[in-house]
């Protein structure tokens, strides 16, 4: 188990180096949601190996509301990025 888990960590490794190099606010959004998701899947597979509900409860909480506000974070960057090329009036 402790294998599987340092394979996870390693996986996330590789969105963590896209949102470094990436100038591209839609591509580090996307890595970021990616490190979010595979984060609460370690949560969840250390809750599973240590048998304890309660932190795979956290892991399921961080999994299902993390990219909802993600989500809203990306709609809210659209529509100040249509608002500021429209002009303050317009």
Known sequence: MDGLI???IVCLLLPIYEAWKADDIWQKMLAFSSI???S???IL???VSRDDWMIGLVGVIILSVGNAALMLLANVIKRANRASSR???G
């Open 40 to 42: 609460s899947i370690i």
């Open 36 to 38: 979010e998701t595979k």
């Open 6 to 8: 340092f394979g996870m």
């Open 87 to 89: 002009g303050f009036y």
């Open 45 to 47: 597979a250390i809750s």
